[in-house]
């Protein structure tokens, strides 16, 4: 069964303190992998997208990594800011045109 | 630039109600999506559209119906509403299938 899962569920940091967000998947054929960032009340917005051969990929302070051979896949935030506090939504993609596997997200919030 | 845009921002509808949820985007994007967002769930799938006078059910479609007579636009309906139709409905547009996707404000609907 395609499955995307993430977590921690929530989490409370520090401003200025680092967190790394995690996201595991089932998901098969594999064609890629996307971060959203969700602000309270708001659409979703792209953060990253990773095909199978891309390990890592930087967006500013916001850092992905891909480990496709264990399924697995983290979201680094460095020097965290008050902006920060949102829902991270980790997407998995199979080939095709209507095959995108949501996680549940992380409720990050940034406190100062 | 606009990007995706939704209206109305939210409504609320009787049983039995019906309404058509608006969704137009300005980037020429062929693929649109209609979502659906309830609590601690991810995001589902309801219709999709590949382009113009082209739709597709996706993972809940029941009790919605779409229409697709220009690029720009990808309206929703709902005939008859009822209570488990209470959510957050998302739009989305994308330039192909495996491509990032840009997401409206989303419209939020209670149905009592």
């Known amino acids: 069964k395609n499955q995307v899962e993430q977590s921690p569920q929530s989490l409370i940091i520090l401003e200025g303190k680092n967190c790394t967000l995690q996201?595991?998947?089932?998901?098969?054929?594999?064609?890629?992998l996307r971060w959203y960032k969700q602000d309270t009340g708001r659409g979703p917005v792209s953060l990253t997208i990773m095909t199978f051969s891309e390990n890592t990929k930087s967006n500013g302070r916001y850092t992905a990594t891909l480990d496709a051979d264990t399924k697995q896949s983290s979201l680094h935030i460095t020097a965290s800011q008050l902006s920060d506090s949102a829902s991270y939504i980790c997407?998995?993609?199979?080939?095709?045109?209507?095959?995108?596997?949501f996680g549940t997200g992380t409720r990050l919030t940034v406190i100062p | 630039n606009a990007g995706v845009t939704q209206t109305p921002k939210f409504r609320i509808l009787k049983i039995g109600q019906s309404m058509t949820l608006q969704c137009t985007q300005d980037?020429?994007?062929?693929?649109m999506y209609w979502y659906r967002q309830d609590p601690g769930m991810g995001l589902k799938l309801i219709y999709y559209s590949v382009g113009a006078g082209i739709t597709d059910k996706g993972e809940v479609p029941n009790g919605y119906n779409v229409s697709r007579s220009t690029t720009e636009d990808f309206p929703l309906r709902l005939e008859l509403a009822a209570p488990s139709q209470t959510s957050v409905y998302f739009c989305?547009?994308?330039?192909?299938?495996?491509?990032?996707?840009?997401f409206g404000d989303g419209t939020r609907l209670s149905i009592l």
């Open positions: 980037m020429n994007h062929n693929y």
């Open positions: 989305a547009s994308s330039a192909r299938a495996q491509q990032p996707q840009h």
């Open positions: 996201c595991n998947y089932t998901v098969s054929p594999f064609s890629n």
């Open positions: 997407v998995v993609s199979a080939t095709g045109a209507n095959n995108l596997f």
